[in-house]
């Protein structure tokens, strides 16, 4: 098992409103992504941030947002939200500037909107 | 943009066979090259990665992989699988670059085992 945990693990919300998930990366991890993976789909990249500041993003609306606190822990925003927004949201978390580069991911939040 | 193409869906073996997985990426240049393992309600797990060097690489669960340039492929390999191989293969490809892990999935190739 990684040190990544994620929460909830499931969610039901329903279309219109707002959601935030939480992950808590690995010990002396800096950078953490955020990755949407829809039911029989691979996983999307959602956005990265690096030290608190977002350090690259995906083919998503600005409705997807995300922070990174000074533990490197990070939550995911999502606003107005839809019904193709279900699917499973995964954080991974990483070491930049590191000897040793591995990414880990959590086992995910799984959101269903109704 | 990157993509990566895994041609084959679903594959079924019978356990103690040979397996390889098919992965095929566009890029503009030699990216970070992964393949990750998903069982059923879990996360990700990373089975090996290729950043530069020798072209064959070791994973980890007796998985290999080998990169081919010429062919913008990065086959997964396995002489024998075993049952509690059953689960999802995803190929992925990131920016080469320090830390970056900006991660482009393929959609994935469910495996079955036949015991």
């Known amino acids: 098992e990684t040190g990544v945990t994620q929460s909830p693990t499931h969610l039901i919300k329903t279309r219109g409103q707002q959601v935030t998930l939480r992950c808590s990366s690995q010990?002396?991890?800096?950078?953490v992504s955020w990755y949407q993976q829809a039911l029989g789909q691979g996983p999307q990249f959602i956005f990265q941030y690096y030290r608190e500041e977002e350090n690259g993003r995906g083919n998503f609306p600005p409705r997807f947002s995300g922070l990174q606190f000074p533990n490197y822990s990070s939550e995911l925003n999502v606003n107005a939200l839809e019904l193709d927004d279900s699917a499973l949201y995964l954080c991974?978390?990483?070491?930049?500037?590191?000897?040793?580069?591995?990414?880990?991911f959590g086992p995910g939040t799984r959101l269903l909107v109704l | 943009a990157q993509s990566v193409t895994q041609p084959d869906i679903h594959i079924t073996v019978s356990e103690g066979a040979s397996l390889e997985l098919r992965c095929n990426y566009s890029y503009g240049a030699t990216p970070y090259l992964f393949w990750y393992v998903q069982s059923p309600g879990q996360g990700l797990q990373l089975l090996l990665k290729y950043f530069s060097g020798d072209t064959l690489v070791q994973g980890i669960k007796g998985f290999e992989a080998e990169f081919k340039r010429s062919q913008s492929s990065f086959n997964l390999r396995k002489p024998s699988v075993h049952w509690s191989d059953a689960a999802e293969y995803f190929c992925?490809?990131?920016?080469?670059?320090?830390?970056?892990?900006?991660?482009?999935f393929g959609k994935g190739t469910k495996l079955s085992v036949i015991p």
């Open positions: 010990s002396g991890h800096n950078t």
């Open positions: 992925a490809v990131a920016p080469s670059g320090a830390g970056s892990y900006q991660l482009t």
């Open positions: 991974a978390s990483s070491c930049r500037e590191c000897k040793v580069e591995t990414q880990y």
